[in-house]
T-cell receptor
Framework: RKEVEQDPGPFNVPEGATVAFNCTYS??????FFWYRQDCRKEPKLLMS???SGNEDGRFTAQLNRASQYISLLIRDSKLSDSATYLC?????????????FGTGTRLLVSP | GAVVSQHPSWVICKSGTSVKIECRSL??????MFWYRQFPKQSLMLMAT?????????EQGVEKDKFLINHASLTLSTLTVTSAHPEDSSFYIC????????????FGPGTRLTVL
């Protein structure tokens, strides 16, 4: 079983649509959670951290369910520029020995 | 924001040669840097953790004698792929956390290695 699992997609949606991505992680001791965005042949960039209480940043809303080991990302009013691969990322380990574990990513294609 | 650079951005080499990739933190010091590898349509896989002034920590299955890591200063880590073979062709990315909590990592732009 992969440590971080995501539906690879692609998710094809029209502009203005709302789309949701899900992610599950296997290590119950994982400490922190993030969504990164990666454009084709580019490096990943942090989109947002994910907090237990849920958090929102503009059109993006992230949720975490520790009991189910489940993370989600909701994108409202999709823009063409949202087309990218969204990586679910989990931080594991202890101070001095921490590492990020990446999911395979979910590809989003927003069309006009 | 913090910037991490990588050099070269792409390299093509013959099988059996060695390739060195540099990762630099440009406006902050990084005692730790991470090296990842990404094959097409796959996720980033952590290869090793580079520690300034000490030996790197390699992930299971990564050959330390093949992927040599040197972190000689607080702003530079190098990854050398020794005796490269076609199966080593991949996208290599480094990252560096700016804070001690590793809550945000800044990634280099990546190096695309093609071994003929």
């Amino acid at each position: 079983r992969k440590e971080v699992e995501q539906d690879p997609g692609p998710f094809n949606v029209p502009e203005g649509a709302t789309v949701a991505f899900n992610c599950t992680y296997s290590n119950s001791a994982s400490q922190s959670f993030f969504w990164y965005r990666q454009d084709c042949r580019k490096e990943p960039k942090l989109l947002m951290s994910v907090y237990s209480s849920g958090n929102e940043d503009g059109r993006f809303t992230a949720q975490l369910n520790r009991a189910s080991q489940y993370i989600s990302l909701l994108i409202r009013d999709s823009k063409l520029s949202d087309s990218a691969t969204y990586l679910c990322v989990v931080k594991e380990g202890f101070t001095g020995f921490q590492k990020l574990v990446f999911g395979t990513g979910t590809r989003l294609l927003v069309s006009p | 924001g913090a910037v991490v650079s990588q050099h070269p951005s792409w390299v093509i080499c013959k099988s059996g040669t060695s390739v060195k990739i540099e990762c630099r933190s440009l406006d902050f010091q990084a005692t730790t840097m991470f090296w990842y590898r990404q094959f097409p349509k796959q996720s980033l896989m952590l290869m090793a953790t580079s520690n300034e002034g000490s030996k790197a920590t390699y992930e299971q299955g990564v050959e330390k004698d093949k992927f040599l890591i040197n972190h000689a200063s607080l702003t530079l880590s190098t990854l050398t792929v020794t005796s490269a073979h076609p199966e080593d062709s991949s996208f290599y990315i480094c990252s560096a956390p700016r804070d001690r909590g590793y809550n945000e990592q800044f990634f280099g732009p990546g190096t695309r290695l093609t071994v003929l």
